[in-house]
Structure formats: structure tokens, C-alpha cells
């Protein structure tokens, strides 16, 4: 069963992705605040329906079951292409979360969001440094900027990070990267 289910659309988004996807052939239903402790097996069993009140949680999701990557890149574009981009948190059913609340789905789900957000802040970061010669600081700032790149690296690589541990080493990295601003200016 190919299946999407949203979760705080207004009223004008709702009727332009419900006909995107019917006409994909893919079932679509939207819940609200009153239905945020159905577990998400049972919420993919609800048949198409009007908004309720969404206001539990200030983004809006996209819940899918059964759709591959290239369908999901698929309803973006056709999204993109009505002018509808889709900027909520698209959701994919595992084993794990089917057994889960929708309201404990769009928690975990946002938090997740929020370390991606911060993973992609950091590593821009470390690319903005792509190109400067660390060697024209003084040793101890070319120590310290390189301390923080390493580190931000490292946090990188490693596959557990919370975000007050990525919104605390994006802090050091920006810090250390002050000290090679007089270095892009130059190359500028």
C-alpha cells in the first residue's frame, strides 16, 4: 500500500497535494490534534478526510508508507512545480515507528530534523575553510582554528550527536573561524 498522511496543512495546500497524489495513485489522508495518540499503523488505515485543528505542533509532516525514493523525489517535484514546495518533515514508516503515538513520531522526528539542521551548519562551515593557507595565522590561532576543525570533523564522523552538542561545537568552530577573517579578505 503506497499511503501519505499530513499533518497541518491549510486548506489550499490540502486540496492541491490530495489531487497531486490521487493522481499517482497513492492514498492520502490527513489527521489533527484530536487523533495524536493513534499509533501510525492505525492512522494508515483512516480514510481520506477534512482538516481539523493541527495546532499541537508548529510544523507540518508527511507521513508515508510504502513509497521509494524516487516517488518521494517525485511528489516533491510535483510539488516544486505548482508552487507548492513542501517545507514540513517527511516521515518514512519503519517496523519501529508504525508502533509508535503520531504525537511521540512528530516529536522525534522534529528533534531529528533539528541535528540535521545543525550537522549541515557544521559541515558548511568546515567547507568554508576549503582554500585558506591555515599557515599565514600565527602558530597559536592556526592551532586553534585547526583544534576546531578537527573537532568539528570528528563530531561529523561520529554517529551520535545531540543538538547541544553540534549547536555547542558550531559555537568553538565560529569562534576559532574569527581568527581567519583577515585571511578571506585578502583572497577576496
Do not use: C
Amino acid at each position: 500500500m503506497k499511503k501519505v498522511i499530513f499533518y497541518g496543512l491549510t486548506p489550499e495546500n490540502k486540496d492541491i497535494y490530495f489531487e497531486i497524489l490521487n493522481k499517482k495513485g497513492i492514498e492520502v489522508s490527513a489527521v489533527d490534534d484530536t487523533q495524536l495518540e493513534m499509533r501510525f499503523k492505525q492512522a494508515l488505515n483512516i480514510e481520506p478526510n477534512d482538516l481539523g485543528n493541527s495546532e499541537a505542533f508548529e510544523h507540518s509532516y508527511l507521513l508515508m508508507e510504502g513509497l521509494s525514493k524516487e516517488e518521494i523525489r517525485d511528489i516533491n517535484n510535483a510539488f516544486d512545480e505548482v508552487g507548492k514546495h513542501f517545507d514540513g518533515i517527511m516521515v518514512s514508516a519503519t517496523p519501529t515507528n508504525r508502533e509508535w503515538s503520531l504525537r511521540d513520531i512528530f516529536t522525534e522526528s522534529l528533534q531529528e530534523a533539528r541535528v540535521m539542521h545543525q550537522m549541515y551548519t557544521l559541515q558548511t562551515m568546515i567547507e568554508s575553510t576549503n582554500g585558506l593557507d591555515l599557515n599565514k595565522l600565527n602558530a597559536e590561532d592556526a592551532s586553534i582554528v585547526k583544534q576546531a576543525l578537527m573537532d568539528s570533523y570528528l563530531m561529523l564522523v561520529r554517529e551520535e550527536n545531540t543538538y547541544e552538542q553540534l549547536t555547542g561545537q558550531i559555537k568553538v568552530l565560529q569562534e576559532a573561524l574569527k581568527k581567519t577573517e583577515h585571511l578571506k579578505e585578502r583572497e577576496n
